[in-house]
């Protein structure tokens, strides 16, 4: 018994441009979807904070005094 796709060749190419051509199509649009968003600079009772615009668990990101980083959000 021989298997499909050495038998037929062109059955295989067929097959495999219909997986590979909506795959093509999703990469590139999900590389030329963007959504904008800025990062903004607060303060509030001394503590000077980085957030992003628009930006659903309002993440504060904290920069301490030796360079490290601190992301808070919240959870509910």
Do not use: A, Q, W
């Not at 050495?6 to 990469?27: E, Q």
């Not at 005094?65 to 509910?76: F, H, I, M, Q």
């Amino acid at each position: 018994m021989k298997s499909f796709y050495f038998t037929n060749p062109s059955k295989f190419y067929v097959m495999k441009k219909l997986i590979l051509l909506p795959l093509l199509f999703l990469g590139i649009y999900s590389c030329t979807h963007r959504t904008s968003f800025e990062i903004k600079t607060k303060t509030i009772d001394g503590y000077t904070f980085e957030y992003v615009t628009d930006d659903p668990t309002e993440t504060r990101i904290y920069t301490l005094d030796n360079g490290l980083k601190v992301y808070l959000s919240r959870y509910e």
